[in-house]
């Protein structure tokens, strides 16, 4: 066959067998793109959910200490001052919080009758409030101090590394105490809260799940 016969016989199939292979073709590629753009799409999935378990993640560090720090809280003592008297469930509505339960993980809440906010003559709010929690047969404390208007948490002044728990930062640290025990503490700040929680009696590991729960109450 020449070159001649061969165009003609080109010339000669019939238009709709190349209409079909076409569309064939175009079917493939589509298909194709189909593949792709799913592989793309599993990969981004991906990519997305380890940056959410990375930020939901717990990062656990304890700082070493000398004692756990406190931060100061100055409350106005002349007789303009006005003090608030405030029960349980008024002291977390005045903090917006959850009420924390009588039982944490497995430690009682010393029953508390009042708690007390002052108020200045300019009408400037002091608070700093504690709740006391303890084993039954007395070897373990927790105490949690609230307060919205601390100074800058001491750890933080001090910048000590910041653990993650439940996606929240947190100050986790031990603490050598002149009886020769080891003090757990942690500071949590999060809209405009103040937290300080010191643990007596307890493992490190014991008072990371307690500050996981007050974390989560929190959520």
């Not at 016989?9 to 589509?30: F, M, N, P, R, T």
């Not at 990519?47 to 560090?61: E, F, K, Q, S, W």
């Not at 948490?153 to 910041?162: G, L, S, T």
Request: net charge negative; glycine share 6%; with cysteine.
């Amino acid at each position: 066959m020449n070159r001649e016969s061969f165009y003609l016989e080109i010339g000669s199939i019939d238009d709709d067998l190349i209409q079909e292979a076409s569309e064939a073709h175009g079917h493939k590629v589509h298909r194709i793109g189909l593949i792709r753009l799913a592989g793309i799409a599993a990969c981004l999935c991906l990519v997305c959910a380890t940056v959410l378990l990375n930020m939901r993640g717990d990062v656990i560090y304890y700082n070493e200490a000398p004692a756990p720090l406190t931060a100061k809280v100055l409350v106005p003592s002349d007789e303009t001052t006005v003090v608030l008297t405030l029960t349980y469930q008024e002291l977390f509505d005045y903090y917006g919080l959850e009420p924390f339960p009588d039982v944490l993980s497995g430690l009682q809440r010393l029953e508390q009758t009042y708690f007390y906010v002052y108020r200045s003559p300019k009408d400037t709010i002091y608070d700093t409030n504690v709740l006391n929690y303890y084993s039954d047969d007395g070897k373990q404390t927790l105490t949690i101090v609230i307060s919205k208007n601390g100074s800058e948490p001491a750890a933080q002044q001090q910048n000590m590394k910041k653990s993650r728990i439940d996606g929240t930062p947190v100050v986790l640290a031990v603490s050598d105490t002149p009886s020769g025990a080891t003090d757990c503490w942690a500071e949590i700040c999060g809209q405009d809260i103040y937290f300080r929680i010191v643990a007596s009696g307890m493992d490190e590991s014991s008072f990371t799940d307690i500050i996981r729960e007050i974390v989560q109450l929190q959520q």
